[in-house]
């Protein structure tokens, strides 16, 4: 089985700050990496996926990259509703989610 | 886009079968992957299987065992059961339109499901 780890688990920060998140599965999985946002009582949404396409409709300033193991979503500039749980998810063989990085206000 | 809607009882006792319903509109389910996924009160997704149209599967392994996905093309719809249930599957169930490697495009609301007596 694939596993998936994210870090930081939290972080927090403010308005205007570059945000990145890392993901690193246990072994490679290509760039069949994808990421989400969920917000408190609602179901997640694709924000990027084969780790660096941009899901329609999503701002630019969310971005990912990375390949084989080792992957980041980077925030250019936090706005006030990125403030939220960001999950990567592995596509390459089944579909294991890592546990979360939640970013909140500082 | 499609919509997705899971419907299904919200309470289920411990040992019985847990099944839900997720009804897809705005398009037909005869193309694509369709993903169950869980959420257990205040922690993480938790990805459950996934069924292609024509009916091929593909289950998480920890749940293999006790998950059946099943689809109903005729209505449009796709199907989760899971058996023996326990505490440990109280969680929000999502229902989801998976497009493979570009990841999973379309989620249901989704639907507390409870597991006590």
Redesign the interface.
């Known amino acids: 089985?694939i596993q998936m780890t994210q870090s930081p688990s939290s972080l927090s920060a403010s308005v205007g700050d570059r945000v990145t998140i890392t993901c690193r599965a246990s072994q490679s999985i290509s760039s069949?990496l994808?990421w989400?946002q969920?917000k408190p009582g609602k179901?997640?949404?694709?924000l990027i996926?084969?780790a660096s396409?941009l899901?329609s409709g999503v701002p630019s300033r969310f971005s990912g990259s990375g390949s084989g193991t080792d992957f980041t979503l980077t925030i250019s500039s936090l706005q006030p509703e990125d403030f939220a749980t960001y999950?990567c998810?592995q596509?390459y063989s089944?579909?294991?989610?890592?546990?979360?990085t939640k970013v909140d206000i500082k | 886009q499609v919509q997705l809607q899971e419907s299904g009882p919200g309470l289920v006792k411990p040992s019985e079968t847990l099944s839900l319903t997720c009804t897809v509109s705005g398009g037909s389910i005869s193309s694509y992957y369709w993903?169950w996924?869980r959420q257990p009160p205040g922690k993480?997704?938790?990805?459950i299987?996934?069924i292609y149209y024509s009916g091929s599967t593909?289950?998480?392994?920890?749940l293999k065992s006790r998950v059946t996905i099943s689809v109903d093309t005729s209505k449009n719809q796709f199907s989760l059961k899971l058996s023996s249930v326990t505490a440990a599957d109280t969680a929000v169930y999502?229902c989801a339109q998976?497009?493979?490697?570009?990841?999973?495009?379309g989620?249901?609301?989704?639907t507390l499901v409870t597991v006590s007596s």
């Open positions: 089985d069949y994808n989400y969920q179901a997640p949404k694709l996926y084969a396409s899901q999950y998810q596509s089944a579909g294991t989610f890592g546990p979360g | 993903s996924i993480g997704l938790e990805w299987g996934y593909n289950y998480n392994p920890s999502y998976d497009i493979s490697a570009a990841g999973l495009v989620w249901g609301q989704g």
